[in-house]
Each structure stands twice: as C-alpha cells, then as structure tokens.
C-alpha cells in the first residue's frame, strides 16, 4: 500500500503455536481516531474525515483476511477474525488511513 | 476522664471512617458488563495501546538532555512498581520530570504522550492497593480536598459527597452513580474515544453541575485528587481502567 509510514501503536493477538489446519483466533486493536467527518471542530469548521478506510491480513505473502471500514467504525479499532494455518510462518497486518498514514504489525506462529 | 478520651477518640475515627464510602468499591462495579470486559482483556482493552505506546517512550531520549526515562528510572517494571500507588497527580510529577529533569518542553496537559506515560507508569502497580497516606507533606491538600469536596457548588449546587457519599448506587439518568474513586486512572472511557486523567473526569463534574471548570494543574485539582486518592485507599489499582 502507498502512503507514509508512522509508528502507531497497535497490539496484536495470535497464539505462538497452532495444529495443522485448525482455525486460530486473530485478534487486533490499533490506535486511531477514526475521525468520522461530521464533526465539527470549536472554529465551527468541519474536521475531515480520516479513517482507517483498509485493513489487511497475509500470510506468508498471501491474503487471508482483510477489511474495508468507514465512519461507522469506532475509534481505536479492534477486530476478531479467524485463519488456519497450514504451515508455520508470520501474519502480516497493514492498514492505511485517509490521510495516507500506514501502519504495520505482524506476528509469528508455530504450526505443528 | 480516660472515658471521655476514650469516647472522643472513638468519635474522631467514626468521623473520619464516615468520609470513605463502606464498603469501598471501584468505579468498575457500576459500570456495564461490556466495559468491564473490554477492561479485563488486555488485547481488547483500548487503554493498552496507550500503555504499549508509553512503553516506547520510556526508553526514547527527550530535550535538550538527550535523556530517556529510562536512563534515570531503569526499567519501569522495577522501579515504577508502586508508585501509583502512593502517588497522586502522577501526569504533574511525569512533566515535572519531563521538563525539569529532561530539559525538554513540558507536555500539554491532556496530550497523548504524557498519557500515554502515565498510563505506563500507572499500569506498573496494577493490582496494587491505593494508598494514599495522611502524612505531614500532604496533611494540608488534604484537608483542603475533603473541604472542596464537601462544598456545594455551581448552578445545581451540589458537593461531590451528594452524589459519590450520600447517593453511590443509585440512578443518575441512565448512569449508576459511583463512589468516585480514582483508581482506575489514567482510564479509557468510550464516550472521550481516549484515555483520560483523573484532572479530566472531575473537570467533567464541575461542568456537569454547571461549575466553573478549574484549570489543567489548579491546586484546586490537586487537592481533589490527594483527598480521592486517600479515601479510595485499599482498593486495588485498575489502570488502564475502561468506563462508558
């Protein structure tokens, strides 16, 4: 994804070790306003809106859980979702916002 | 005569035990299951990410020092342990640190690094008992916090102790009156999308009974929060707490 890079704080959940093919529980909270765009600021002028507008999940390279969100979503996002690991290797998140602020986690797992 | 001392000893600690709510119990226990879940998971509890971010600032240089916390405090897991527990207005103490320490430019009040800091700090006495003791230092904030505490003030002319001591339990509107404790500070409340310090949520009292709101680092404030956190003594800290 393009944009700039910030170092936000985000805080992921994957179990370190998983069976062969069974389902694991993913889980992310990350730090944004979520600004939805109908708000106004005490100028009485309009704050625009910036959310996290893309949420993506890959596994070794592979896509496997993504999201798409908008003003209805909280702020300080937090999302739940499941994968099955076939193999051993490492999530990666990426998420960008409407201002172009990208972010980035990821998290190993074991598969046995 | 050592009867009469007797009695007014005896009468001079039920005055005092009538200032504490009996039994003592948190702001955690009038809020709603969902928050109290949200608060009880460390992945899903939102003031995390404020302790994560906390924890990344702990170890970065600051000011013209070129110090980190870290470089005077070593790991805060050690020497942080505690200290929230006897501390109060621990935002004021970081940025006293901050600027006078680090030489770097104070934080304004109710930024997201000093919160993110205090939330760190704070965290590190998690499961901790307060104990905010009456000793000579704070003897005078003290008793000045317990008098702003009973004085009714603002266009409904309420004390706090009308609500948080006479009232804790019931219905206030849709909310459940707590006793007002601070225990949980710096906290996540989902109505601020953000945590908060102690010196936000009673300036949110003051403006809810259409009180002049004190300022950032007023010693009015600072009383407050030294009586809150010597008659919250006991209960066990919380923080990062999350409220409605």
């Not at chain 1, 960008?96 to 074991?110: L, M, P, Q, T």
């Not at chain 2, 928050?35 to 009880?40: G, N, P, V, W």
């Not at chain 2, 020497?79 to 006897?86: D, F, I, L, T």
């Not at chain 2, 760190?120 to 006495?125: D, G, K, N, P, T």
Request: glycine share 8%; with cysteine; aromatic share 8%.
């Amino acid at each position: 994804m393009p944009g700039r890079e910030l170092t936000v704080a985000a805080r992921v959940s994957v179990p370190a070790t998983a069976k062969k093919g069974e389902p694991v529980e993913i889980r992310i909270a990350i730090q944004h306003p979520m600004e939805t765009g109908f708000r106004f600021g005490i100028d009485g002028r309009a704050i625009p809106k910036n959310v996290i507008n893309r949420f993506s999940c890959r596994f070794e390279g592979v896509e496997v859980f993504s999201a798409e969100m908008g003003s209805g979503i909280s702020a300080n996002p937090f999302l739940d979702f499941y994968a099955t690991a076939e193999k051993s290797g490492t999530f990666e998140f990426e998420w960008i916002d409407d201002a172009g602020v990208r972010g980035r986690e990821s998290a190993k797992i074991e598969v046995a | 005569m050592r009867l009469l001392v007797a009695t007014v000893v005896c009468g001079a600690s039920l005055a005092l035990a009538a200032d504490r709510p009996a039994p003592l119990r948190s702001g955690v226990e009038f809020t709603g299951s969902d928050a109290r879940a949200l608060q009880a998971d460390d992945v899903a509890n939102p003031g995390m990410l404020w302790v994560s971010r906390g924890e990344k600032l702990w170890s970065e240089p600051a000011g013209t020092s070129g110090k980190s916390c870290a470089d005077c405090h070593g790991d805060a897991a050690k020497s942080m342990k505690g200290v929230a527990a006897r501390t109060v207005h621990l935002e004021e103490r970081i940025n006293d640190c901050h600027a006078g320490r680090q030489d770097a430019r104070a934080f304004e009040p109710e930024s997201q690094p000093l919160l993110s800091l205090a939330a760190y700090v704070a965290y590190q006495s998690r499961g901790m008992p307060m104990a905010i003791e009456d000793t000579p230092q704070n003897h005078a904030s003290l008793e000045r916090g317990r008098a702003l505490y009973h004085r009714r003030s603002g266009q409904l002319n309420l004390a706090c102790s009308q609500c948080h001591d006479d009232n804790w339990g019931k219905k206030l509107a849709a909310e459940t009156l707590s006793q007002g404790h601070p225990n949980a500070f710096p906290e996540y409340r989902l109505s601020w999308e953000s945590v908060g310090s102690l010196a936000r949520r009673i300036r949110a009292c003051y403006s809810g009974i259409r009180a002049e709101m004190p300022e950032y680092g007023s010693p009015d404030l600072a009383d407050l929060e030294t009586y809150l956190g010597w008659r919250s003594s006991g209960l066990p800290i919380e923080s990062p707490g999350v409220r409605r």
